[in-house]
């Protein structure tokens, strides 16, 4: 157990859960992909560092409940604009430097023009080895798995489906401000990953951003999807324990040294489409920490119940030091 990290990131819900066999399943995929056993792996887990600055979930959620005031963050909305405002004012005062990509899409069923912006913050940009953090920003139109036509209508507020992803990595933003790692990161807000309905018209900004990576290119990405749960559980998701085994097991192992081993199970769970397919379509390697299990039965997923009440700062808090880790460790 890591002692530097603080008691408001401590109060964890106990995770007991029902997996079964599936741990031989990630360390054979591993394996057959080239990378190490699970088993060994964890019997070495990394040495921690020491003096790394720390995360705060109550600083993240803080960020959560901004977004939130902003209304929907739907493209073409007012709440979309004065976000995207706050954000650049945000990452402007803390990154070395501030790419703004602005780019359409042309809706494929409606014909709908949508004008959308991803914000990319560069810290230590000459830096050849460098990690790429990435999280959508927008939020869903409606709320397409509510059970009655009138709320299915509500758009979706987006605490956790957008607002904690962001919280996390503008927090890492402000921290990567103050205290330069050795390391080159960059983080990256994407837009239009929820507008949909369907996946054709969704994943819009990281599809943008994976047609001409900048260099120098990362050399891996973790994507953050829904972070805030009120009862974390972060198993390997099932696209990247296929298409990105070696980073997952990377990014977990560094969980387990952190001792959230509970929440961060080394096995696989659903394949969900996301951002982080895109890249790996690119050739970069990215995985997704997504909890995809939000209420009971998935019950707040595109609902208006993904508010502030069902995200927890111990929760943003525990996902903010895997990845401050992952950075000041050296990647």
Do not use: K
Not at 183 to 188: A, F, I
Request: glycine share 10%; with cysteine; net charge negative.
């Amino acid at each position: 157990m890591n002692l530097r990290i603080r008691d408001e990131n401590r109060g964890l819900p106990p995770r007991p859960r029902r997996r079964h066999g599936l741990g031989l399943l990630f360390v054979v995929a591993v394996v057959g992909a080239g990378g190490c056993a699970g088993e060994d792996a964890l019997s070495t887990l990394p040495d921690l560092v020491d003096d790394r600055p720390h995360f705060s979930g109550n600083s993240a959620l803080a960020l959560v409940d901004t977004q939130l005031a902003f209304g929907p963050r739907i493209p073409g909305t007012a709440g979309h604009a004065a976000q995207l405002e706050w954000m650049r004012e945000w990452l402007e005062a803390a990154a070395d430097s501030l790419e703004v990509q602005e780019f359409t899409h042309t809706h494929s069923s409606t014909g709908e023009i949508l004008a959308l912006t991803n914000l990319l913050a560069r810290f230590r940009p000459e830096t050849e080895r460098r990690i790429l953090f990435l999280a959508h920003w927008d939020t869903r139109p409606t709320s397409d798995a509510a059970d009655t036509p009138e709320r299915r209508a509500i758009p979706v507020p987006g605490a956790n489906d957008g607002a904690s992803g962001t919280a996390v990595l503008l927090h890492v933003a402000e921290i990567l401000g103050e205290t330069a790692p050795d390391v080159g990161v960059d983080l990256l807000l994407v837009d239009g990953e929820d507008f949909g309905p369907t996946t054709a018209d969704m994943f819009l900004g990281a599809r943008h951003f994976a047609r001409d990576i900048p260099v120098p290119r990362p050399v891996y990405g973790v994507l953050l999807d829904m972070v805030g749960d009120a009862t974390p559980y972060f198993p390997v998701e099932g696209f990247s324990a296929s298409l990105a085994p070696q980073i997952a097991q990377r990014v977990w192992n560094v969980a387990h040294a952190l001792g959230y081993a509970p929440y961060f199970p080394l096995q696989p769970g659903q394949r969900i489409s996301d951002d982080h397919i895109p890249l790996n379509q690119a050739g970069l390697a990215t995985v997704n920490i997504i909890d995809f299990d939000y209420g009971p039965g998935n019950a707040y997923w595109h609902t208006p119940e993904d508010d502030l009440e069902n995200v927890r700062a111990e929760t943003l808090g525990m996902v903010g030091e895997v990845v401050l880790e992952l950075i000041y460790m050296g990647g």
